[in-house]
């Protein structure tokens, strides 16, 4: 905590040096990047800041979906008039991005920082926008990964979520917290017709529901799909199982799909029309990957499961009693921070019994009747 709070001190010293105050700046640019878990992280405070500043002309300046396979931008996400215009870097040269930037003449910068950004990348890019850009206001800049003493701190230290880390930086930057966070997604009337359309396939529609996301973009993060098959086994019988993910997931879903009441919807569905069908799901069992945000976000029940590669509370949804995390404990390896990782031990810790007695509580709330 020592080195965390002495590094953002200097942080905060380059912030005061290099940039001013401006409390009614008539063009903002957003910094964000990340996939599509970062991009639903950071929805609620782009909606603050909207609602902050409703009379500014905001852009973001983001690298994610434009080119990168796989990747969803956050321009097929986010509702229209959060941002005046969206400024995707992916595969556009330094030269290029720094003349249309400079070009705009930003009277401040937000720096929606990623929790896991070097010191010396926060340096970087202070320097980058206020003397390359040219902008003279900007806030956002934070140290918040500390990678020794790893155990120690997930030991003994809870991490904010995402989100709540982003509403922090606003809050105290003078942007007032919203009381509930607010996920403004861009739903059009096709969105809920194909919804629609696809539940016509359902072959017993009046079963409750459960939504499965069995994949993940990192591999370590991914539950076995053969536990995943135990849990579907136990329920398929007396609920609807749905799967939930990208073409990527078809292969991975197959073995699961031989049971009655389950349907893969791998590749069919986009983002949005993925949280539209999940709100209609009365439970949804996910890894920790992109659909998992999408499910609260979109105001459906989730029980996670989480590998221990990375510092518990990090990218949990918001800790509400809705909302269950599965995540092993005692293992040798955790908080790795690996990119791969040859055993996944954490996850194969995490046996499909547990998970099924979670489902089962849950479920036997939801679907007990109400008293007349």
């Given at each position: ?12 010293i ?7 105050t ?13 996939s ?7 929805m609620?405070?782009m ?5 902050h500043?409703?009379?500014s002309?905001?852009h ?5 979906g434009?080119?990168?396979q796989?990747?969803?931008?956050i ?16 595969g556009l040269e330094?030269?290029?991005?720094t003349?249309?930037?400079?070009d ?10 990623q ?5 010396l ?7 980058f ?24 701190q ?17 809050e ?10 607010q ?17 016509e ?8 529901a459960?939504?499965m ?5 990192r ?36 073995p699961?799909?031989?049971h ?22 009365h439970?949804?069992l ?7 945000h ?8 989730v029980?996670?499961i989480?590998?221990n ?5 990090r ?6 009693s ?6 092993a404990?005692?293992?040798?390896c ?9 055993d996944?031990i ?10 099924i ?7 036997t ?8």
């Amino acid at each position: 905590m020592t080195y965390w709070r002495l590094s953002n001190f200097w942080i905060g010293i380059f912030q005061w040096l290099l940039f001013g105050t401006n409390k009614a700046p008539g063009k903002i640019l957003v910094f964000r990047t990340g996939s599509i878990g970062d991009s639903i992280c950071a929805m609620p405070a782009m909606d603050a800041l909207r609602e902050h500043f409703p009379d500014s002309c905001i852009h973001l300046l983001t690298n994610a979906g434009k080119g990168r396979q796989k990747l969803v931008s956050i321009e097929s996400l986010i509702r229209p008039g959060i941002f005046d215009k969206i400024i995707n870097y992916e595969g556009l040269e330094r030269k290029a991005l720094t003349r249309l930037l400079a070009d705009e003449h930003y009277d401040q910068v937000v720096h929606l920082t990623q929790y896991n950004a070097p010191f010396l990348r926060l340096l970087r890019d202070m320097i980058f926008f206020r003397f390359f850009i040219g902008i003279r206001s900007g806030f956002g800049w934070q140290h918040s990964r500390v990678l020794f003493f790893r155990k120690i701190q997930e030991k003994y230290l809870r991490y904010a979520d995402e989100r709540q880390r982003l509403n922090g930086i606003l809050e105290r930057n003078g942007v007032v917290k919203r009381r509930k966070d607010q996920f403004p997604f861009h739903i059009e009337n096709h969105d809920r017709q194909k919804v629609g359309q696809v539940l016509e396939q359902v072959l017993y529609p009046e079963l409750p529901a459960i939504g499965m996301v069995v994949g993940a973009k990192r591999p370590q993060n991914r539950w076995p799909v053969s536990y995943f098959n135990e849990v579907v086994r136990h329920f398929s019988s007396t609920h609807n199982i749905y799967l939930f993910g990208g073409p990527e997931d078809q292969a991975l879903v197959k073995p699961l799909i031989g049971h009655p009441n389950v349907y893969s919807f791998c590749g069919t569905l986009t983002p949005v029309q993925t949280g539209l069908f999940m709100q209609k799901c009365h439970l949804i069992l996910s890894n920790d990957t992109g659909p998992m945000h999408i499910a609260y976000a979109f105001g459906a029940p989730v029980v996670a499961i989480f590998s221990n590669r990375d510092f518990p509370g990090r990218w949990y949804p918001p800790d509400e009693s809705q909302h269950t995390v599965i995540r092993a404990k005692d293992i040798a390896c955790t908080v790795c921070l690996s990119e791969t990782c040859g055993d996944n031990i954490c996850m194969k810790k995490i046996a499909p019994a547990d998970v099924i007695e979670k489902i089962e509580a849950y479920m036997t709330v939801m679907l007990k009747p109400e008293l007349p």
